[in-house]
């Protein structure tokens, strides 16, 4: 038996990938430390996971949605209210063992907040959770031989082919600290109503033994300041560049990183002179990392000898090309209506976030349907009613341009908000504009023919014996110049000069002169 030196290449496979709805539906009283509830003007909705408890073919995630209500006082004001509904899901993962890498991601569809009456709010949400099994697996694949004496006239055919490893998969955290001072023009903050944060530009790449990270952090403050408690509202823009230790990570590798903002805490607190003057910024970043090595492998691709019978022992093996990675922008604007009453006085902020609905290969092409949700606070020319908000759609379509996907093709696609503004266009309407990234990293699955063992028998000499010196042969449609070297025990080289031939290249219907070696 001939001995067959082996390469490993480490393959990501997703190996199931399912989703579940969650309807939720909770009544939330309003604590007695609070005032009357006339109005609710915005709301906005967080999902906590905890860690996923695995077992087989079944994963039990502990979930908790955060919610927060700005809502208009009886009295006259603004007020803010926040709240938790835990619940437990237990979701079927077909083919799931205990050692997979399991991710959970959440979509909160719709979340509406009504007043039941100035003492009770209604909380009715839909979450959608989607649990996907990964596992890492070794692929080996012959790409050499030893143990072949000068006796046995070994030919050896070798392939050429691009495949990507998956060098590293991980999830860590970086943490980003910061204080925030108002502007002098703002008044000192009385009392906090509403507060958020996005990321904004986020981009990672590998380094040696790191993740490089940089983006901007917006964070916005809607308050109460001075002694009037007039509303009043501040938006900062904090760039961050850091580092996250990642042991393995080198500066070659290719990066498919997912970003996400896990925890957002906004503070109020008071400067150098005692006044209420700063806010004190604390976010977190969840890094879900994938590092690809891209290798050339030159498989052993077919293997035989002149004068020994070789059996090859075959199998079938994957391997990952990587197709593209593109990161694209799709620009949008679009007017939308605005309430006329009250009339709009000023767009004081928009928050915007991008939903995927769906995703259609197409000829060289992955297009994508999504909508740019955008929800905007503004001031009225109503006293009773200053602050009012209003959440507007707006759809948007974008072909990334992929050459050769299939439907076969594996996807990474991870969207974002680059750019968003809003400002009233006049007849009660709003202009929006935004630019969306999207981050696709494309791998094609190729089945290739591998070598698994081959064995060395004697050549039957008789039958050699009995075979002409020299003999001619017509070629046969589908023919190499390897097929035909190998079926007569011969070599290309020989064929070549008894042929006077100077390339390998031939067609169905050549005369071939070929020389027994043996």
């Avoid at 498989?299 to 079938?316: F, K, P, S």
Wanted: hydrophobic share 40%; with cysteine.
């Amino acid at each position: 038996m001939l001995e067959l030196e082996k390469q490993n290449l480490r393959r990501n496979r997703l190996k199931s990938q399912t989703g579940t709805q969650v309807t939720l539906d909770d009544d939330f009283i309003v604590p007695d430390t609070m005032s009357d509830m006339a109005e609710v003007i915005l709301d906005s909705g967080i999902i906590q996971l905890e860690p996923v408890k695995v077992q087989r073919e079944r994963i039990t995630v502990r979930v908790k949605l955060d919610f927060h209500v700005l809502y208009r006082k009886e009295e006259g004001g603004l007020q803010a209210l926040g709240g938790s509904i835990p619940f437990e899901e237990a979701i079927n993962v077909p083919d799931l063992d205990e050692k997979d890498y399991v991710s959970v991601s959440w979509q909160l569809e719709d979340l509406n907040t009504e007043m039941i009456h100035s003492r009770k709010l209604g909380i009715k949400a839909i979450v959608t959770l989607e649990a996907k099994a990964e596992s890492l697996y070794d692929t080996e694949a012959a790409v050499d031989v030893r143990g072949a004496d000068d006796e046995i006239h070994l030919q050896v055919r070798r392939e050429r082919i691009p495949a990507a490893a998956i060098a590293l998969r991980r999830k860590d955290t970086y943490r980003l600290k910061q204080d925030i001072t108002l502007p002098g023009s703002k008044p000192v903050i009385e009392r906090m109503l509403w507060t958020e944060m996005k990321l904004a530009g986020c981009q990672a790449k590998p380094l040696d033994g790191q993740i490089h990270l940089e983006g901007t952090l917006m964070v916005f403050a809607l308050y109460e300041g001075g002694e009037s408690g007039m509303v009043q509202w501040v938006e900062e823009s904090i760039p961050f560049s850091g580092e996250v230790e990642m042991q393995g990570a080198t500066a070659d590798m290719i990066p498919v990183i997912g970003l996400k903002l896990i925890h957002r805490d906004l503070e109020e607190k008071p400067d150098y002179d005692g006044e209420m003057r700063e806010l004190s910024v604390d976010a977190v970043i969840e890094l879900d990392v994938r590092l690809y090595e891209e290798q050339e492998l030159e498989l052993l691709q077919d293997l035989y000898a002149t004068n020994r019978e070789i059996v090859l022992d075959t199998g079938e093996a994957v391997f990952d090309r990587i197709l593209t990675r593109n990161f694209g922008k799709c620009r949008v604007a679009e007017k939308v209506e605005m309430e006329t009453d009250p009339r709009v006085l000023q767009i004081c902020h928009s928050s915007g976030s991008v939903k995927l609905d769906g995703m259609e290969v197409r000829e060289n092409a992955l297009a994508v349907d999504g909508v740019l949700e955008v929800k905007l606070l503004y001031l009225t020319d109503e006293d009773a009613r200053p602050v009012q908000a209003a959440t507007r759609l707006v759809p948007f379509h974008y072909e990334a341009e992929t050459p050769g996907i299939t439907e076969d093709s594996i996807w990474y696609l991870e969207p974002g908000l680059e750019q968003l503004t809003a400002v009233m266009a006049g007849g009660g309407q709003a202009e929006l504009r935004g630019v969306i990234t999207l981050d696709l990293f494309v791998l094609q699955p190729e089945t290739r023919q591998i070598i698994l063992q081959a064995q060395v028998h004697p050549v039957d000499t008789e039958k050699m014996k009995a075979m002409p010196g020299i003999v001619g042969y017509l070629v046969q449609p589908g023919d190499s110049l390897w097929d035909v070297a190998k079926r007569f025990h011969t070599t290309e080289k020989s064929i070549l000069e008894a042929n006077e031939l100077t390339g390998d290249a031939i067609k169905a219907g050549d005369c071939l002169i070929l020389v027994k070696e043996i």
